[in-house]
């Protein structure tokens, strides 16, 4: 069976429909009528979904994207060797997570799933084909893929290239749409020179191309892992004076304010936080300590890993606050968490702090809710073995019903427009409000009746 038309200019396929591929590979289709784009999983059910309109993943206007698309020059399927054969470009976005176990375990990567499908690519491949790593992955993995995928004797040549993605979730689409960057890393071979001017004709559908920056292979990779470090680095500067601010007079959101705007420093990501979360950070920085400390940089490693504790100890902070500030005990105590994403706009809660407070939270014994418009199918997988005990209600006003503390663990708009005064009401006192992401009016809560407790300012007590 053909799953790709051949009257294409040129035929992309996609191994891994998670939420790099999924919504990257949606927009090169879309922005690219004559290129066909198959997208293919081992994960049937995650391809069944791709195929209706119940997306697997929640992202903003992504839906429209795929629409405008599928079964016209973009496919979802799961014959991984038919797009492997019928593919000239292949990107990979399988998923890379942090090893559990052998040697480097807690740190480095865990290439199975990238070396299972660089064994497959060599089996179904029968043409020369342009690899293209596109899930992020420790530098220099390109060189160990080349290494494999022109190990093999069939005589075909895989030019591997980096084209790391720089999508944040929640602003998939826009970031895909709009990019301030486009990187694109290949050997300076004739063959990776080539291979790299493909790439760039993909992009320049719809992107300028001043935007596109080029370089080697292992510059694309640590960029990647650099830019990712800076931006949590950042949120965990703010994030260690905000406990600063809690014992002094500061007010975190008037210093992040104040420095922000200094354009040296500039204002995005300054939000101090219950920590930061998701698939990337935590997972990158660690790669980057690893690669430091393979290459006896301890000094450059511990600098990293130190953004790490941070966020931690930044979590830590805010369970212990919270059961310190509730009389030293949660024990029975019905406490809601609003919000189990690890950021606004998405579904996703790979890594998310939500995570870490239920189960401390659940080690006190408090009874918990958990609430989110929609990471709670998630929710429930990450918490599955304290899953009988916890209640996991969407509405969060028949959540709060009977609860003696709300704790806001993600950025949702919705939580900013609650009805607080009914609420409160419906609440036991005295009631408590621990607002992990300073999105709420304190003021106007403190006023209502609540004990507010934000990140890094004074709390505000009726005590
Ligand atoms: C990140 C990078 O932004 C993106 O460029 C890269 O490709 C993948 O990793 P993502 O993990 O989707 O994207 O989300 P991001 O918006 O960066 O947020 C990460 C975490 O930091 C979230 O938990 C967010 O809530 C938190 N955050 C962000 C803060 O705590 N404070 C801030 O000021 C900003
Ligand atoms: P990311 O956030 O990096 O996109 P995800 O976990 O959302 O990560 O997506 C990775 C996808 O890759 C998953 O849907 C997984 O099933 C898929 N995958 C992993 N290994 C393979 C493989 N060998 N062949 C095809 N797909 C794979």
Not at 142 to 158: P, Q, S, T, Y
Not at 432 to 458: A, C
Request: proline share 3%; hydrophobic share 40%; aromatic share 10%.
């Amino acid at each position: 069976m053909l799953l790709q038309k051949q009257d294409f200019k040129k035929r992309i396929g996609c191994i891994g429909a998670g939420y790099v591929g999924g919504p990257t590979m949606a927009v090169i289709a879309a922005q690219c009528p004559d290129y066909s784009v198959t997208v293919v999983d081992i994960n049937e059910k995650r391809i069944a979904a791709w195929n209706t309109d119940n997306l697997p993943i929640y992202e903003p206007g992504l839906l429209d994207v795929v629409k405008k698309a599928r079964g016209r020059n973009l496919f979802f399927s799961t014959d991984v060797n038919a797009a492997i054969r019928e593919s000239d470009v292949l990107f990979v976005s399988v998923n890379t997570p942090t090893k559990t176990f052998g040697e480097g375990a807690g740190k480095a990567a865990d290439l199975q799933y990238w070396e299972e499908t660089a064994r497959n690519i060599i089996k179904a491949s029968n043409s020369d084909k342009i690899i293209v790593e596109k899930s992020t992955l420790p530098v220099r993995t390109a060189d160990a893929m080349d290494r494999i995928l022109n190990a093999n004797d069939k005589g075909i040549h895989f030019e591997v290239l980096s084209n790391p993605e720089f999508l944040a979730e929640g602003t998939a689409i826009e970031d895909l749409l709009h990019p301030e960057r486009v990187l694109v890393g290949s050997r300076e071979t004739e063959t990776g020179l080539k291979a790299r001017r493909e790439i760039v004709d993909i992009y320049t559908n719809w992107v300028d191309r001043s935007k596109i920056i080029t370089s080697n292979v292992w510059s694309a990779e640590l960029s990647k892992l650099v830019a990712n470090a800076f931006l949590a680095q950042r949120i965990s500067s703010i994030n260690s004076i905000s406990a600063l601010c809690e014992k002094t007079e500061a007010d975190v959101g008037e210093v992040s304010y104040a420095i922000g705007t200094d354009k040296r420093i500039g204002s995005k990501f300054l939000n101090p936080s219950v920590g930061f979360g998701g698939s990337c950070f935590k997972k990158d920085i660690l790669n980057l300590v690893y690669i430091c400390e393979h290459y006896g940089l301890h000094e450059v490693a511990s600098y990293w890993e130190s953004v790490v504790r941070m966020n931690d100890y930044q979590i830590r902070r805010f369970v212990l606050t919270m059961v310190q500030s509730m009389f030293s005990t949660v024990s029975r105590k019905r406490i809601v968490l609003l919000g189990f994403a690890f950021k606004a706009d998405t579904g996703d809660t790979r890594e998310s702090p939500a995570i870490y407070v239920a189960k401390k939270l659940m080690d006190e014994q408090a009874r918990l809710v958990i609430s989110d418009p929609q990471a709670l199918d998630n929710a429930r997988h990450d918490l599955r073995e304290h899953a009988a005990k916890i209640e996991f209600e969407k509405d969060p006003y028949k959540a709060s019903r009977g609860a003696h503390a709300l704790a806001v663990m993600t950025e949702w708009k919705e939580y900013k427009d609650l009805d607080f005064e009914k609420i409160f009401a419906a609440m036991e006192k005295p009631a408590f409000v621990f607002d992990g992401r300073n999105i709420l009016d304190h003021r106007r809560l403190f006023e209502i009746g609540f004990n507010v407790y934000p990140i890094g300012k004074p709390p505000m007590s009726h005590f």
